[in-house]
């Protein structure tokens, strides 16, 4: 860590970056202002939580964030994208969380990510298809809630036309959006990796109950799943999964940093504006120190993020270890501010009426995906201090 | 080193700092070093220190961003990679730190024109040390609170008061200084002045004594203390906003005319000592909780790293200043947290003192422990910088 890395100072995040950030920051301050977003994904938590329905989403939103690209911003111009640097795709993200945004964005950004880090001819259909808005997921957790590449509970065998599929798959996000899976499946020592659309047959998507109301989740059941050879977009998916790693915790982190920053600003504005005592609470110093002690915590993701961002761009080998500081500290950030955010809005912060809830969980959701800040450090540990000598 | 966004003036300058680094790196010191300038406390660290600042000077380090007719080398943002680069070697820390960091940038924004020529060309060499008299028994993290008393006599002025927590007072020449002019205006009242501390008459220095049974800085009494008026810096009366200058490069929220060195990321030295202590009969650097621990201070360096580089990017600042204000705060706590951390590391070792010959690494851990309170206190207090974060970033109400 101690070498200068071979990267821009700025982390490369130029002009082209700045204006995809302003552009996603003020088409969503038109089109996802929170009022709009309470009413969408948290109108009453009875049908929610008693009655096992789906969180409301805008489909017209997602249509008009097809036509501005989005899902094709990390897919080669060849193939229909826009092939921007995750630098810049990270920046976009923030502004997707800051919006608690609920839509198939960031499980397609995350699946192309993977096609794309598969490097084989199979892939280019779907990240074509990808591109031009056909939303999809990744499906590539076990059972144990494995959050590393390969623990998977899915089995492929061989057949005449490709291989079929048996096994379960689960913590698939946004899953009731999305029609094309990205399955990762055992297969004797490897991993393949599948296109698998969501009518195929022999597929059960089954919904999970969750907390957060800006995202759904299922679990996949694969019974006898036939898949093609040319949907089977490569044979060496470790490697894949492995080397697309990096970049789908830095999506993750970025976020996480946006849910915080909300959070934060929404958080000071209560303390400027609420009065016990004849004052705004924010004149109180255990009102106003936590407060500053989330922003150190947030800036401090963010910097490691874009950092992280920029050795991903640049294929540095240090990326993995850069992307996983940046979730820990990402993570660790997300679970302070959203404990300071509640307690220091008091008794409304309590409420189902008070937006913050829908932030809070959403952040809870991001904390715990692919891995929070434990799990993280566990494995930096491995690489900064050496394997534990048993 | 692929590093886009610099010049390549700068480039150049670089790759001298670097070379002339690894040819010229000190011998060792005649006897230990402390972490830090503000403990220097014996003759022959501060003449060692002294020569190692010469020489950093002749080899344009040091004062690199300073106009040539100050004595400076009259370069363009080339400080900050000096500053980079001594940090890169691990080379020694300026001695005259108060001088490079805090006086010298306020002088060259406040000074007349023979004041900077008087009193930059010292500071630079090293061979004139600066200390800092801006803290008081009745203001400390109150600071327009001050007392020091400064009555005008014709030509000059007659300064009465007590300073404390002056670091490097024992060797200063100078001291910048902060008096009341006015009682009328708490804020409106003061003046700043540079002051001459050794051998002028009615100055008189005396150790004050740490936590640690080190001394290390000292309190400055003034009776009957005679300043001519060429040496206050500014005008009568603008003693707060001078003020403000110095402590936007104290806190490191600016680049000042030097003081790189020693004092980086000691992530790596504490793994050394966890692989070399043993935790319930196993190594510490194999006990969980330790890895995390170390993890966590990894990050933490990283962190502050990184927030350096990012401060510098416009686009990823909603806050110009938000950055830069917790750089003292974010810095001081990191350093007291790997310090108990080696504390903790060091287990049933830590309770030795330096001069016990079986105290791991010379004591370095326990003792850094308590001297970085020195450092969350100094400079404004972090409650303050806590208030200054909250109230001038997030905009929250005053705290007063």
Redesign the interface.
């Known amino acids: 860590?101690?070498q200068?890395s071979?990267?821009?100072?700025?982390?490369g995040?130029g002009s082209e970056?700045?204006m995809l950030?302003d552009l996603a920051r003020q088409f969503l301050d038109e089109n996802m202002p929170v009022e709009k977003l309470r009413g969408l994904a948290a109108p009453d938590p009875e049908p929610i939580y008693d009655d096992g329905q789906l969180p409301g989403w805008d489909q017209q939103v997602w249509n008009q964030v097809i036509e501005l690209g989005w899902p094709g911003l990390a897919v080669p111009e060849h193939l229909g994208g826009s092939d921007f640097s995750l630098v810049g795709i990270v920046g976009l993200v923030e502004e997707v969380g800051r919006h608690a945004l609920p839509s198939p964005l960031i499980s397609t950004l995350n699946a192309s990510w993977v096609l794309r880090s598969a490097q084989t001819k199979e892939a280019d259909p779907f990240l074509q298809s990808l591109a031009s808005g056909t939303p999809a997921s990744l499906a590539m957790t076990g059972s144990r809630g494995g959050v590393e590449p390969g623990e998977v509970d899915v089995e492929a065998r061989s057949t005449p036309a490709g291989v079929c599929l048996d096994g379960v798959s689960f913590f698939v996000q946004d899953a009731s959006k999305c029609e094309l899976f990205l399955v990762f499946a055992r297969q004797g020592e490897g991993l393949k990796l599948c296109v698998v659309p969501r009518e195929a047959a022999g597929l059960r998507i089954e919904q999970d109950q969750i907390h957060d109301v800006t995202r759904d989740q299922a679990t996949l059941y694969f019974e006898g799943v036939e898949v093609n050879s040319a949907s089977v977009v490569s044979d060496s998916g470790l490697a894949t999964l492995q080397r697309a790693w990096p970049g789908l915790l830095c999506l993750v982190s970025a976020d996480l940093c946006g849910t915080s920053e909300w959070q934060l600003q929404t958080t000071?504005e209560y303390?400027?504006n609420r009065k016990q005592f004849e004052?705004?609470i924010?004149?109180?110093?255990a009102?106003?120190?936590p407060?500053?002690?989330a922003?150190?915590e947030i800036?401090?993701?963010?910097?490691?993020l874009?950092?992280a961002a920029s050795l991903v761009d640049a294929d540095h080998p240090d990326a993995e270890l850069?992307a996983r500081?940046a979730k820990?500290?990402a993570s660790d950030a997300g679970a302070y501010i959203s404990d300071r955010s509640v307690q220091l809005h008091g008794g409304i912060g309590f409420t189902w009426e008070c937006d913050l809830h829908i932030f809070f969980k959403r952040s809870l959701h991001n904390q715990a995906l692919y891995g929070d800040g434990?799990h993280q450090?566990?494995r930096?540990?491995d690489f900064?201090?050496?394997p534990?000598?048993? | 080193m692929g590093e886009s966004g610099l010049t390549s003036e700068q480039i150049a300058f670089q790759k001298h700092a670097r070379g002339w680094l690894e040819e010229n790196a000190p011998p060792p010191p005649p006897i230990r070093l402390p972490l830090m300038a503000i403990e220097v406390m014996h003759e022959a660290q501060r003449d060692y220190l002294q020569s190692w600042q010469r020489r950093c000077y002749e080899a344009e380090l040091v004062g690199t961003d300073v106009p040539r007719e100050y004595g400076g080398w009259g370069r363009e943002g080339c400080q900050r990679i000096a500053n980079q680069e001594m940090s890169r070697a691990g080379t020694p820390f300026m001695i005259n730190i108060v001088g490079l960091t805090m006086a010298v940038p306020t002088i060259l924004v406040h000074g007349t024109e023979s004041q900077k020529k008087l009193l930059i060309p010292g500071a630079l060499t090293g061979e004139e040390i600066w200390c800092q008299g801006f803290s008081e028994p009745g203001a400390g993290s109150d600071m327009a609170n001050q007392q020091t008393s400064a009555i005008r006599q014709g030509e000059d002025w007659l300064v009465n008061g007590h300073k404390v927590w002056t670091s490097l007072g024992h060797f200063a020449k100078w001291m910048i200084l902060i008096t009341r002019t006015s009682k009328e205006h708490k804020y409106d009242g003061l003046t700043y002045f540079v002051c001459p501390i050794e051998g002028h008459p009615g100055v008189s220095v005396r150790p004050l004594i740490k936590i640690t049974g080190e001394t290390g800085f000292n309190e400055v009494l003034f009776e009957d203390v005679i300043v001519p008026d060429s040496l206050r810096l500014d005008e009568v009366g603008k003693g707060w906003t001078v003020a403000m200058t110095t402590l936007t490069y104290e806190r490191g929220a600016a680049e000042g005319a030097g003081g790189g060195g020693q004092g980086g990321d000691p992530t790596q030295r504490l793994i050394a000592l966890a692989r070399e202590s043993w935790r319930d009969g196993v190594r510490a650097s194999d006990d969980p909780v330790t890895r995390d621990a170390l993890v966590q201070q990894a990050i933490v360096y990283e962190g502050i790293r990184m927030n350096m580089r990012r401060a510098k990017v416009p686009a990823l600042n909603d806050h110009p200043m938000r950055l830069p204000l917790q750089s003292k705060l974010t810095g001081s706590e990191a350093s007291q947290n790997a310090a108990r951390l080696g504390v903790e590391i060091a287990g049933v070792h830590s309770t030795l003192y330096k001069k016990d010959p079986k105290a791991p690494e010379a004591g370095h851990w326990p003792l850094a422990y308590l001297n970085s309170y020195g450092g969350t206190i100094a400079a404004g207090t972090n409650e303050i910088q806590r208030n200054i974060l909250g109230e001038r970033v997030l905009g929250l109400p005053k705290s007063k």
Request: glycine share 4%; aromatic share 10%.
């Open positions: 860590m101690n200068p071979p990267v821009p100072r700025n982390f995040f970056e700045e950030r000071v303390a400027k004052r705004p924010g004149f109180f110093q009102v106003k120190h407060l500053v002690d922003m150190i800036d401090r993701a963010r910097s490691l874009y950092h850069s500081m820990s500290a434990v450090r566990r930096l540990a900064l201090v050496g534990i000598d048993r």
